[in-house]
Nanobody, 123 residues
Framework: QLQLVESGGGLVQPGGSLRLSCAASGFSLNYYGICWFRQAPGKEREGVSC????????NYADSVLGRFSISRDNAKNTVYLQMNSLKPEDTAVYYCAAKLLGGDQYYANYDYWGQGTQVTVSS
């Protein structure tokens, strides 16, 4: 079965850190650009960060710039989102999406989506 699986979410206090993983099952991520999105209750989905298929280009939403870091390990078929200095407003379900030969920008359509992982930042 071809799918993306996110993991690493959980409950963390403000100022804490989490590392999310986006692992591919049934296919190789090597040629896919990956973006992380998040959706908080009652809000629209927003883009958080993207990494190109080459890994050479990345981008971040202004709201997470300087706190989040995206990276990929093709040997492990996984993309990571390191989240530091977390704030309550980072609380959301986080999703990863894959686009064949994708760059570091957002697209209207993606080839694969994960099921999401909940991140809750609260004291």
């Amino acid at each position: 079965q071809l799918q993306l699986v996110e993991s690493g979410g959980g409950l963390v206090q403000p100022g804490g850190s989490l590392r999310l993983s986006c692992a591919a099952s049934g296919f190789s991520l090597n040629y896919y650009g990956i973006c992380w999105f998040r959706q908080a209750p009652g809000k629209e989905r927003e883009g958080v960060s993207c990494i190109s298929h080459s890994g050479l280009r990345v981008n971040y939403a202004d709201s997470v710039l300087g706190r989040f870091s995206i990276s990929r390990d093709n040997a492990k078929n996984t993309v990571y989102l390191q989240m530091n200095s977390l704030k309550p407003e980072d609380t959301a379900v986080y999703y990863c999406a894959a686009k064949l030969l994708g760059g570091d920008q957002y697209y209207a359509n993606y080839d694969y989506w994960g099921q999401g992982t909940q991140v809750t930042v609260s004291s």
